[in-house]
């Protein structure tokens, strides 16, 4: 399976770079602008998205805040040349960011990023897998012994009295009536 990598960059030649370092083993997607990478976001399931920090309509940190609630569980990766500090350390504390990478980059390193951060893809995604199975178990059993109480309830009532056929008492009071 060939995971989705959607590249964010106001730089077409970054774009360009991005594209043909990843294009062999990924399926990518590219945008020009945080715009239209939310919109794609809104049609596509991205594993993971790598994005610029400085562009002019909106930064990388303000993209990325507006992508956890379309992919919650896309792992996200921001590129700068700038040093932006106490912006990355907000993004990284909140979880916004798998990991910061800076300009220029090296693509033997990039590419190790990216293969990290799509097997953190994919923990996340079997955790998220388990949970709801474990969640649908537990529903199960809840199920189950809601079952085995009811019939701990009426198994005293019911009285076999030969095969094939059984008898239940109902007591009104004062006395037993067998019901057949």
């Keep these: 399976m060939k995971y989705k990598i959607l590249v964010v960059d106001d730089e077409p030649a970054n774009l360009r770079a991005l594209h043909r370092l990843f294009r062999v083993d990924y399926d990518v997607l590219t ?11 809104n049609h596509r399931d991205v594993a993971l998205l790598i994005t610029d920090q400085r562009m002019p309509d909106m930064t990388g940190i303000e993209l990325l805040k507006k992508t956890v ?25 909140c979880g916004y960011v798998y990991r910061y990478v800076t300009k220029p980059w090296t693509n ?23 949970e709801s199975a474990n969640t649908r178990l537990v529903a199960r059993l809840r199920e189950i012994q809601e ?21 239940i008492e109902v007591s009104t009071g004062s006395r037993s009536d067998p019901v057949s």
């Design 108 to 130: 033997e390193e990039l590419r190790l990023t990216v293969t990290r951060a799509l097997e953190h893809y994919e923990t996340n995604k079997k955790r998220s897998e388990l």
């Design 69 to 93: 609630i379309l992919r919650p569980r896309m792992v996200r990766i921001i590129l700068t040349g700038y040093t932006e500090v106490d912006a990355l350390v907000e993004a990284i504390n």
């Design 147 to 167: 079952l085995t109480e009811l019939e701990d309830d009426w198994l005293p009532l019911v009285a076999t009295t030969g095969p094939g056929t059984a008898s």
């Design 31 to 41: 945008a020009a602008s945080a715009g239209e990478a939310l919109e794609l976001l």
